[in-house]
Nanobody, 124 residues
Framework: QVHLLESGGGSVQTGGSLRLFCAAS????????MGWFRQAPGKEREGVAL????????YYDASVKGRFTISEDSAKNMLYLQMDSLKPEDTATYYC?????????????????WGQGTQVTVAS
C-alpha cells in the first residue's frame, strides 16, 4: 500500500524559508517520479516541482524556479522541498505526489498517489 506523509509546513514572513518533507513507502521509490504540488483556496492544484528518482533530473514551474529546490534521499525514501525567498502568493496547501503516469507533470490527473497535504502561509 502506497503511503505519502508530508510535514514541515508553517507560517513565515515574506522572504523567509521553509523546508517540506514527504515520507514515502509502498512503491519502488528510486525508479519513479516524485513531485510537489500546491493548491491555494479557490484555485486548481498546480505542479511546483518534479524529480526523477533514477537520475535526479528536476523540473520547476516558472513561478518558483530559482527559489525552490526539490531533492530526495532514496535510501530514506524521503522527498524534500526547500523553499526560499517566500512570497505571499506561495501561500497554499502543499502536496507530495508519486508515480507520474501521463504526459504533463503539472497536471494533477497524471499522478497516481497523493499525500494529505501541509499548509504553508506567507505573511506580507
Amino acid at each position: 500500500q502506497v503511503h505519502l506523509l508530508e510535514s514541515g509546513g508553517g507560517s513565515v514572513q515574506t522572504g523567509g524559508s521553509l523546508r517540506l518533507f514527504c515520507a514515502a513507502s509502498g512503491f519502488p521509490y528510486s525508479h519513479n517520479y516524485m513531485g510537489w504540488f500546491r493548491q491555494a483556496p479557490g484555485k486548481e492544484r498546480e505542479g511546483v516541482a518534479l524529480i526523477f528518482g533514477a537520475d535526479g533530473t528536476t523540473y520547476y514551474d516558472a513561478s518558483v524556479k530559482g527559489r525552490f529546490t526539490i531533492s530526495e534521499d532514496s535510501a530514506k525514501n524521503m522527498l524534500y522541498l526547500q523553499m526560499d525567498s517566500l512570497k505571499p502568493e506561495d501561500t497554499a496547501t502543499y502536496y507530495c505526489a508519486a508515480v507520474f503516469a501521463g504526459t504533463n507533470w503539472k497536471l494533477k490527473t497524471d499522478w497516481k498517489y497523493w499525500g494529505q497535504g501541509t499548509q504553508v502561509t506567507v505573511a506580507s
